[in-house]
């Protein structure tokens, strides 16, 4: 029932043939989980019964009601009749949404089942009670979107961040919304919509943990029973995938009683295949690379199951973040699904599962997969899923073709229009829901628990940062959380896999501008979470993102990311145009497809090529000086300046964010009027940098006696691996 190579999806998924239609697209959903008996795809034209307004029909998915126009409803009534099929004794019948905002209430033939309330997330409603194989039923769903889920308190009017309007009167959300600011955020049911047959006992889930440092691996299994009495089952598992020499599995009789769900936990399994099995990130970029990926087989009775997982481990290390116990620095940008949900593709609105440019390869479109190569052609090796939630497909691509990921919850406190002290457990329950649907993917290295809570006007829970660890570490106690603040650094929670990232206030008070400012801590990881916005959309602020990186980098921070590329690149996704959308500063994105066609030929572009790379070679008083770029965001803005024979010192930090090997070899050469003009000296080094650091090293030469230019032309390889930068871009005035 799911498909086992997301890159490879087929082409006609990753379009809608006109506004509105629907998107009928497995993979969207993840290639892992149980298999059903039998499965009934639920998307096309339901009965929609807007609150307050005429019955009209609508699609399922359909990217949800706001996409497809209607704009002010607050809450509807889907309708529709489903045939089940009949396909086993005591089958277990289950109605699963892939993603609803937000309260769902069930009912089949008039009788209710359920009700749930979630963010971006899925719902699954057990109907085996109220069909009857091989029968014909009425389903109807009523949905409460964000503007029927508020609180009756004022809200009072707040400052947040520059930039941003301040907090208008009106009641605040009781749920997640994501982006508050965003008239496109996904209302109703969207992603995707399935009548799923299972038997009667059946595996509902798996949560797979895997220790590099122990060198094992161990799993839990939810077995669930529908039937009326207890029922013993052998579960059974065996890894596939790879073509290694996989440890076997052991096998376990469970016992579980009627109408229940029991949990087994399988290990820890000796893993023993070495370094080569981990999963690694693309870093150094190779293009096409694939990252190592393994199955999980499982069967209990008739059910069976696949998940896909990566054997690897990430970890926080004092001040510093360690994968597979090797020390990593976090360069990336924040994935702001809000900000897409503004495009116009048939309707605003769910731009994760129906724009092009977050959907398989296509005709036209080269999709998700195209924009993850961006990234890391960009040597960005990390993006942050910023308040709305990522796909399972994307996930999966990222997991396939090694792109870490931060995981972050659709808690926000700007704006001030959640209110989290009256929707504290709607919070909470999201948080675990979106933990739990993740945890497989090797490629979320982190969870983000909230956004910018600290800027919410309303105030928050004395415990609240607290308690969404707390239900972080119930579900997955494998990974680091953090929270990204705009000042509040929560001192009261000094767990060690804890860390606070600070948004656009500086140490001396100051808030926006350029920066090189991490806020250093002895304690635990830090760096900078959002900084440059709102002048993203400028060329000088994009090339500050190169510039305040470099910088942050010798000042040893775990984790930078400039905000956003959403605004500076938006054609990082494939499919934006400059008219797509206005960003979250209500300005167009500087750059898309329709005025750079060729983006890595781009001064800005290039120059983060440089900032971002792994083995960065950097004339640390260049950079300096270039800092500030100019409105034109020029690289150099101002070239450097060399006395005519005059001998010449400057200082080259070194950088080894790579995975393996601290040996980095560079050369230089000093050019006489271009990058590739006579060579009038030249010289190298070999330096040991430790893995995740850098090194100064100092080189000397004597300037030319004549010509207006010289180029300092610097690389830097390592063995086995041949060059990987290269620096010529750099060049001075050659004064008398």
Request: hydrophobic letters at 35%; proline letters at 7%; a negative charge.
């Amino acid at each position: 029932m799911r498909r086992s190579r997301i890159v490879a999806a087929a082409a006609a998924l990753a379009t809608l043939a006109a506004p509105g239609a629907a998107l009928a697209a497995p993979d969207l959903d993840g290639v892992s989980g149980p298999d059903a008996l039998a499965e009934v795809d639920l998307a096309g034209r339901w009965t929609f019964e807007p609150a307050g307004g005429r019955p009209t029909t609508i699609e399922v998915p359909g990217g949800g009601w706001v996409k497809q126009g209607h704009r002010t409803v607050k809450r509807a009534v889907y309708r529709r009749t489903i045939t089940v099929p009949d396909v086993a004794e005591n089958q277990v019948t289950v109605l699963d949404l892939g993603a609803v905002n937000h309260r769902a209430t069930v009912f089949v033939d008039g009788r209710r089942v359920g009700t749930q309330t979630t963010s971006f997330t899925s719902q699954s409603h057990e109907l085996s009670g109220r069909v009857r194989p091989g029968g014909t039923h009425e389903l109807a769903i009523e949905v409460l979107g964000r503007e029927a889920l508020i609180a009756d308190d004022g809200r009072p009017a707040t400052p947040t961040l520059p930039g941003v309007p301040t907090g208008a009167l009106g009641a605040g959300y009781l749920v997640p919304d994501g982006g508050s600011w965003s008239e496109g955020i996904a209302q109703g049911i969207f992603r995707s919509a399935r009548l799923r047959v299972y038997p009667a006992v059946h595996i509902a889930g798996a949560f797979v943990r895997t220790s590099v440092e122990r060198d094992e691996l161990e799993y839990d299994v939810w077995i669930r029973n529908g039937s009326s009495s207890p029922q013993a089952v052998e579960l059974t598992g065996a890894l596939t995938g790879g073509g290694f020499a996989y440890p076997s599995l052991p096998s376990r009789t469970v016992t579980v009683p009627a109408g229940s769900t029991a949990k087994v936990t399988i290990g820890p399994v000796a893993w023993g295949l070495g370094r080569e099995s981990w999963w690694w990130p693309n870093v150094p970029y190779r293009r096409g690379y694939r990252a190592q990926l393994h199955d999980l087989r499982l069967q209990a009775g008739g059910s069976r199951a696949r998940y896909r997982f990566g054997f690897r481990e990430f970890r926080q290390v004092g001040t510093t973040y360690e994968l597979n116990g090797v020390r990593v620095n976090h360069r990336g940008d924040s994935l702001t699904g809000a900000i897409f949900d503004r495009i116009d593709h048939g309707g605003q609105g769910d731009a994760f599962h129906t724009f092009p440019g977050f959907l398989p390869p296509g005709e036209g479109n080269p999709g998700w997969p195209q924009a993850v190569d961006n990234y890391q052609r960009l040597n960005y090796n990390v993006v942050r899923i910023h308040q709305v939630p990522a796909s399972p497909y994307m996930l999966d691509v990222a997991d396939e073709m090694g792109l870490m990921l931060i995981s972050e919850s659709a808690i926000r406190g700007s704006e001030s229009k959640q209110d989290f002290k009256a929707g504290r457990e709607n919070m909470l329950a999201h948080m675990r829901d979106l933990v739990v649907a993740e945890r497989n993917h090797p490629a979320v290295v982190r969870w983000s628990q909230s956004n910018e809570p600290d800027a919410n006007g309303r105030g928050e829970p004395p415990s609240f940062q607290r308690d969404l660890y707390d239900v972080v570490m119930a579900a997955d106690g494998t990974r680091p959380v953090s929270v990204d603040v705009t000042s509040q650094t929560y001192e009261d929670m000094p767990d060690g896999n804890f860390s606070v990232y600070q948004h656009y206030v500086n140490a001396d008070g100051t808030i926006g501008g350029w920066t090189d400012d991490v806020h250093p801590r002895d304690d635990r990881p830090f760096g900078r979470g959002e900084f440059i916005w709102p002048l993203n959309n400028t060329p000088q602020g994009f090339m500050w993102f190169a510039t305040t990186v470099e910088k942050m980098r010798e000042k040893d921070a775990s984790d930078v990311r400039p905000y956003s590329l959403a605004g500076a690149w938006g054609s990082a996704i494939p499919g934006v145009r400059r008219t797509s959308y206005l960003a979250d500063n209500n300005l167009p994105p500087l750059y898309g497809e329709d005025n750079l066609p060729d983006p890595w030929s781009n001064e800005q572009v290039r120059r983060n090529q440089h900032a971002f790379h792994p083995v960065l070679v950097a004339d640390a008083g260049y950079w300096e000086e270039q800092k500030l770029s100019g409105p034109l965001g020029r690289w150099p803005a101002t070239p450097g300046v060399l006395r005519a024979g005059a001998q010449v010192s400057r200082e080259l930090v070194v950088f080894n964010d790579t995975f393996s090997g601290r040996q980095v070899d560079v050369s230089w050469e000093l050019r006489l009027g271009s990058g590739d003009g006579l060579v009038l000296d030249e010289g190298g080094f070999t330096a040991a940098v430790p893995l995740g650091e850098c090194v100064r090293r100092e080189i000397d030469f004597t300037a030319p006696a004549a010509g207006d230019r010289a180029f300092l032309v610097l690389s830097a390889s390592k063995p086995g691996h041949g060059e990987l930068f290269r620096e010529e871009d750099q060049w001075f005035v050659v004064a008398p």
